[in-house]
T-cell receptor, first 114, second 115 residues
Framework: DQQVKQNSPSLSVQEGRISILNCDYT??????FLWYKKYPAEGPTFLIS?????DKNEDGRFTVFLNKSAKHLSLHIVPSQPGDSAVYFC?????????????FGKGTKLSVIP | DAGVIQSPRHEVTEMGQEVTLRCKPI?????LFWYRQTMMRGLELLIY????????DSGMPEDRFSAKMPNASFSTLKIQPSEPRDSAVYFC?????????????FGPGTRLLVL
């Protein structure tokens, strides 16, 4: 049973336009969420996070939106650049009960076309 | 600063052989995680340690897999005997803190191929 779902395996966007990557979760205990970016032959690198007490977090070209009622979050990249082409993983965790685990989605491959 | 270090980066072995993957977490981090990535299942948590103690190994596929963390700067993941279905990329990650919302930092991974 997948608790974190990224329903789009891939996404293509023109350079300069907005990229929107989506993620849905089912576990109500999740209270913080992260996005990781992964290039081929490298490990995932942390991009941006959001706590459940917020509904938006922004860092430069990257913004994460959280809709708790819908159990949905999204990552917006504006403007998209060719260097953003990578696989993006959504991850969720629960800070309760001293757990440090993250549950990952299967990833969305973003291709930014010059 | 050195990130998470994993070795080897690539491993090719034959079915039945023992495989040992190594990880050096970021200095000062107190949690360490082993993940496996496959096309079918994505990134799966195998086991994680906090202060060198295994906290949850429920993700370890079967008894052929074992992990140790003898000290704060070193961990191993061993597969014995290895099988072709173990072929995957294995990532180690580490984090600092005990608030439960810490960012995990990943190593470059070990690409394992079992023939």
């Amino acid at each position: 049973d997948q608790q974190v779902k990224q329903n789009s395996p891939s996404l293509s966007v023109q350079e300069g336009r907005i990229s929107i990557l989506n993620c849905d979760y089912t576990n109500s205990m999740f209270d913080y969420f992260l996005w990781y970016k992964k290039y081929p032959a490298e490990g995932p690198t942390f991009l941006i996070s959001i706590s459940s007490i917020k509904d938006k977090n922004e860092d430069g070209r990257f913004t994460v939106f959280l809709n708790k009622s819908a159990k949905h979050l999204s990552l917006h990249i504006v403007p998209s650049q060719p260097g953003d082409s990578a696989v993006y993983f959504c991850a969720a965790g629960s800070s309760g009960a001293g757990s440090y685990q993250l549950t990952f989605g299967k990833g969305t491959k973003l291709s930014v076309i010059p | 600063d050195a990130g998470v270090i994993q070795s080897p980066r690539h491993e090719v072995t034959e079915m039945g052989q023992e495989v040992t993957l190594r990880c050096k977490p970021i200095s000062g981090h107190n949690s360490l995680f082993w993940y496996r990535q496959t096309m079918m299942r994505g990134l799966e948590l195998l086991i994680y340690f906090n202060n060198n103690v295994p906290i949850d190994d429920s993700g370890m596929p079967e008894d052929r897999f074992s992990a140790k963390m003898p000290n704060a700067s070193f961990s191993t993941l061993k597969i014995q005997p290895s099988e072709p279905r173990d072929s995957a990329v294995y990532f180690c990650a580490s984090s600092l803190g005990d608030r439960g919302q810490e960012t995990q930092y990943f190593g470059p991974g070990t690409r394992l191929l079992v023939l």
